[in-house]
Structures are given as C-alpha cells and as structure tokens.
C-alpha cells in the first residue's frame, strides 16, 4: 500500500481546498499496535501530515465502540460548526452507516481533528463484522471524499481485549 495516490477532499480554516492528491507514507494494522489502534499516514504534494485511524475505545467502561479519526498537520473539521456534532451517512464497505461526527481541538497541533463513531447498534454491529470477517480489508468512505482502506489484522483481539 506504501507509495499508492490517495484523494483526500477537506475544509480547512473555512477555505475548501481541492480534490488533493496525497501519498500514502506508512500502514499500521490492529496487529501491529498496541491499544487496538489501525493508523494509515499520508503526506501531501503540499507537504502536510495526515493520519487517519480506526479505533477501539471503552469510554467510561462502557461496551467497546469503533472511532475514525482524520487529523491534518494544518487541521481538519469537514463541519461547518465545529463545536455542535453532526450525523452523516458515511460508506462502509459500500453499506451506508449513520455515524455521530465530532471535532476537537488538539492543543498539541494547534488545530481540530474529527471523529466519528457509529449512531445505533445496528450499525456499530456492521462495521464491527465487516472488521472481524472481511477478506483484509475495510474501505471506509464520509461524506467529504475522503475514502480509506483499513487492513483488519488483529481487529478481533482488540475488539476483545
């Protein structure tokens, strides 16, 4: 995956940019990380960092749920308020899913990252079967183009754990 072009459609700073290509840097899965965390990082022709991840979260030990989170060099937040979250319909191996879409502010960066995590239980049930049963991959797509393939190593032992 190393190497491959990937087009990443995003609002900054209320200034939309382009359908921009980006270069895909590095790809860890489940596997590779501890915390149950898949990452894949991507460097622009403009040269900002962006990672976006999947991850398994316990908040307040509750059941587990499944977080996607984009974060740029230079900040991300596709909403147009970012302190009042929204529902969108984002793709999950090509299966609509409604997901709860937030920003935050990252001190450490300076600038918002967006989440997102899964509305009802029917859908954090889909996305949580199409981690532990697809054939490697897990292509995740929100409303805004951005549009990513997660690798499944090790979901079920996070999911688990």
Known sequence: MKGSLF?????VSSSALAMQAATQVDT???KDNQGGVSTISFKSKHGRSILVSASVQKINHTEPNIYFTV??????CSLSNPRVP????????????SM??????SGRYGSYMQS????TTKDLNYIVNQFKYSDGLVSVANPQ???VKFANDGFTQAWQD
């Open 100 to 105: 709860m879409v937030h920003c935050e502010y």
């Open 7 to 11: 087009l990443l459609s995003m609002l």
């Open 145 to 147: 183009g951005v549009s």
């Open 71 to 76: 974060a740029a060099s230079k900040g991300y």
């Open 28 to 30: 860890q899965s489940f």
């Open 86 to 97: 929204q529902k969108q319909k984002w793709k999950v191996n090509g299966k609509s899913v």
């Open 116 to 119: 997102a995590h899964a509305v």
